[in-house]
């Protein structure tokens, strides 16, 4: 069974940083790609980065480029983004979510999620 | 490429049929191998989204044979043909045509009537 398991969020103030993890099993993490997604309270979903199988090739939604860093440890099957100069507007529960087999297309298992908290 | 949903929200009672749609801003068809670029999520009160269809049309395992998806190009949408309590929730679609980002729709909300 697959499990994707979020960690990291928390209460940060504005300009401050952050790093989530998401610890993936049940899959062989060197196969898939990764991506994190995430929502904002009571709004839609927003599409913030990806990388590739083998960590590579690094993507970013505009909002977040120059300010957040994703990575990839296929040693300890453990998925990162680094967030840095945080806003009020990067507050959202952000998802972990793996890409199929087939590579950077869509997204067959997420996370539960954890919340971030941009606030002074 | 910008994917908009409509409508934003549906109210459709038990056992009818929901029908949710999904345009993009440029085609999302493969000159290549013809496959349509998009997959639809639900998303469930307090829950993280679940993959519905993908590749427009092709049903995730598991997934109840009265959802289904259809379309082509720029114009998708996605089914429900006899609507049960438990599938109260938000519903996204998602272009992953190229290189990331893959866009998401704004989200439309089926309710019970």
């Known amino acids: 069974e697959v499990q994707l398991l979020e960690s990291g969020g928390g209460l940060v103030q504005p300009g401050g940083s952050l790093r989530l993890s998401c610890a993936a099993s049940?899959?062989?993490?060197?196969?898939?790609?990764m991506s994190w997604v995430r929502q904002a309270p009571g709004k839609g979903l927003e599409w913030v980065s990806g990388?590739?199988?083998?960590?590579?090739?690094?993507f970013y939604a505009d909002s977040v480029r120059g300010r957040f860093t994703i990575s990839k440890d296929n040693s300890k099957n453990t998925l990162y983004l680094e967030m840095n100069s945080l806003r009020a507007e990067d507050t959202a529960v952000y998802y972990c979510?793996?890409?199929?087999?087939?590579?950077?297309?869509?997204?067959?298992?997420w996370g539960q999620g954890t919340l971030v908290t941009v606030s002074s | 490429i910008v994917m908009t949903q409509s409508p934003d929200s549906l109210a459709v009672s038990l056992g009818e049929r929901a029908t949710i749609n999904c345009k993009s801003s440029?085609?999302?068809?493969?000159?290549?191998?013809?496959?349509?670029?998009l997959a639809w999520y639900q998303q469930t009160p307090g829950q993280p989204p679940k993959l519905l269809i993908y590749?427009?049309?092709t049903r995730e395992s598991g997934v109840p044979d009265r959802f289904s998806g259809s379309g082509s190009g720029t114009d998708f949408t996605l089914s429900i043909s006899s609507l049960q309590a438990e599938d109260v929730a938000v519903y996204y679609c998602?272009?992953?045509?190229?290189?990331?980002?893959?866009?998401f729709g704004q989200g439309t909300k089926l309710e019970i009537k």
């Open positions: 979510a793996k890409y199929s087999l087939l590579g950077l297309h869509y997204s067959d298992n």
């Open positions: 049940g899959f062989t993490f060197t196969s898939c790609g």
């Open positions: 990388i590739s199988k083998n960590g590579g090739e690094t």
């Open positions: 440029q085609s999302l068809q493969s000159n290549s191998n013809g496959k349509n670029y």
């Open positions: 590749w427009a049309s």
């Open positions: 998602q272009q992953y045509f190229s290189t990331p980002p893959h866009t």
